[in-house]
């Protein structure tokens, strides 16, 4: 059983810069790839970015392409997520994701995820 709390959230400008932690519990996280979504107000649940159980091969989303960077700790069995160049279609609440594919963009082939953590851009 893995368990994930996001954290980092928040309000900032259009052009600014916001860090998202995923703190995991439980012992089989590193072994899971992780993956961050979001969902916008009245949208689907999006895939943004993912990263294998080693941390490597990052896969993005085209529309954060270039602007955000997934990473991860297993140490400390934390991902992150870190997005910069932030724009107000970036609005929407992130989820951090674990699950035993990879590359993976369905939601529905994650077997954990956190509560979300809400990302408000402003113009």
């Known amino acids: 059983q893995v368990q994930m709390v996001e954290s980092g959230g928040g309000l900032v400008q259009a052009g600014g810069s916001l860090r998202l932690s995923c703190a995991a519990s439980?012992?089989?996280?590193?072994?899971?790839?992780t993956g961050w979504f979001r969902q916008g107000p009245g949208k689907e649940r999006e895939f943004v970015a993912a990263?294998?159980?080693?941390?490597?091969?990052?896969y993005y989303a085209d529309a954060v392409k270039g602007r955000f960077t997934i990473s991860r700790d297993n140490a400390k069995n934390t991902v992150y997520l870190q997005m910069n160049s932030l724009k107000p279609e970036d609005t929407a609440v992130y989820y951090c994701?674990?699950?035993?594919?990879?590359?993976?963009?369905?939601?529905?082939?994650?077997?954990?995820w956190g509560q979300g953590t809400q990302v408000t851009v402003s113009s």
């Open positions: 994701a674990a699950g035993s594919y990879y590359p993976e963009l369905r939601p529905l082939k994650y077997d954990y």
């Open positions: 439980g012992r089989t996280f590193s072994s899971y790839a």
């Open positions: 990263i294998t159980w080693r941390g490597g091969n990052p």
